[in-house]
């Protein structure tokens, strides 16, 4: 049976992805769901998306949704490119990309990020980067809560939601948090999986670990940051 696997905020530790990637051990008929922030505070923004694009000419399934960080990408790109606004973006995202400027991003890279979508839902479940806005009526109607919105839990309409289970990242969360909130799926139907993976030097405290969601066994995966050049 094909498994549907999310993964969040990978921010550039392509290492690490790697390694959970070989933990899970992808198949053809498995749906990767990438819940965004593949870029930025890691040391391999490029790697991670030429791995994702490689992933999907494989013929490998996969829905790569946008997050804050690709949004802010668009924006900074946007601002060089139209306002002739300089020195946009993350030093370290930039470095990645062998550029000094973000205006001179290759343009298929500039299309990846502005062409991903900002969520994606079926029957049981919805998949967004960092949560829903419950204050609108349509809580799909704010895009930009849909990828930076936090502290949102109180306000869950479980009318509007359903049956269906909310699945994001955005707001890091130790190992001990993600296993609570699995826990607890079936009343509260809300995970973030978040695990902060850019932190590898908060693994004591639960954080610094990549986590995959196998929705399908409600299974949950964890990988420590593996890199070797990590700043934080």
Not at 63 to 84: A, F, P
Not at 162 to 176: A, D, K, L, N, S
Not at 206 to 228: I, M, P, R, S
């Amino acid at each position: 049976m094909h498994r549907k696997i999310f993964i969040s905020d990978i921010h550039g530790c392509l290492d690490t992805f790697n390694e959970l990637l070989k933990q899970l051990a992808l198949k053809e008929e498995d749906h990767l769901f990438l819940l965004g922030d593949y870029i930025d505070r890691g040391p391999h923004s490029k790697g991670v998306i030429d791995r994702i694009i490689e992933l999907k000419k494989a013929n490998f399934k996969l829905t790569t949704l946008r997050g804050n960080h690709e949004q802010g990408l668009i924006y900074d790109y946007i601002s060089e490119t139209v306002k002739g606004w300089k020195d946009m973006a993350e030093e370290a995202m930039k470095r990645s990309f062998g550029i000094e400027r973000l205006e001179q991003l290759p343009k298929p890279y500039f299309e990846f990020f502005n062409e991903l979508p900002i969520f994606h839902q079926e029957d049981d479940f919805i998949a967004v980067h960092a949560g829903l806005n419950f204050r609108y009526e349509n809580p799909f109607q704010s895009e930009e809560d849909l990828m930076w919105i936090r502290d949102w839990y109180k306000n869950i309409d479980y009318n509007w939601l359903g049956e269906r289970v909310i699945i994001h990242g955005h707001t890091p969360q130790t190992i001990q948090e993600i296993e609570k909130q699995f826990g607890e799926l079936d009343e509260k139907r809300v995970i973030d999986i978040d695990a902060g993976a850019f932190l590898s030097q908060q693994k004591g405290n639960g954080l610094g670990h990549l986590c995959a969601f196998d929705w399908t066994n409600k299974q949950l995966y964890f990988q420590e940051n593996v890199e070797k050049d990590n700043k934080y």
